[in-house]
């Protein structure tokens, strides 16, 4: 039993046998391993040279595609007060920022044309009123320095006002400043 286990544990003396057996097959086998990696090689370029390009030659780099895209996030408007025909009346600007709350009675707003809600700050004044709406109120947020000017808030509250039973005149227009006289 020895010897039979003994056997079973000596290497394999014979020849080593691979997939190439003769000459003729060696050549064949190093000119695929260098070919082939070269085909392979020149298809993917193909595959990957052939989608569009945005480079020298394309509109990417134009002046006014550079423009787009590093343009500024915001823009300051400068208004002249003075500019009477350009001013929004008290209706234009109550459609536009008042009846988003006002028209509903949304967060405890007085409602367009009630006059029981709108009575007691009728009593305050005008004064009062536009204080409240330019500086904010309750839940009111300031409406100074928004999109309208003062004056265009103030001809809103006339307007609100006026539907909810007071009796207030038009403010009058601001007067132009005097370096634009000059």
């Avoid at 290497?11 to 050549?27: F, R, S, W, Y």
């Avoid at 915001?74 to 500019?83: E, F, L, N, P």
């Avoid at 300031?142 to 403010?171: C, L, T, W």
Wanted: net charge negative.
């Amino acid at each position: 039993m020895s010897e039979a286990h003994a056997t079973e544990q000596q290497p394999h003396d014979g020849p080593h046998e691979g997939p190439i057996k003769t000459p003729k097959q060696l050549v064949w086998a190093v000119v695929a391993s260098f070919v082939v990696p070269i085909i392979l090689i020149i298809m993917l370029t193909q595959f990957v040279a052939t989608g569009e390009k945005n480079a020298a030659g394309t509109d990417a780099l134009s002046p006014e595609a550079v423009a787009a895209r590093i343009q500024k996030v915001g823009a300051v408007t400068i208004k002249d007060a003075s500019d009477t025909a350009s001013l929004k009346t008290g209706e234009q600007v109550f459609q536009a920022q008042c009846s988003a709350c006002h028209a509903t009675g949304a967060a405890g707003a007085p409602k367009f044309g009630d006059e029981a809600a709108w009575g007691p700050r009728v009593k305050q004044g005008l004064e009062a009123l536009l204080n409240s709406a330019l500086k904010g109120k309750g839940n009111m947020g300031p409406q100074g320095g928004g999109d309208f000017s003062d004056y265009e808030i103030a001809r809103a509250v006339v307007y609100m006002a006026n539907h909810g039973g007071a009796k207030f005149d038009e403010p009058k227009a601001p007067a132009p400043a005097a370096s634009a006289a000059q």
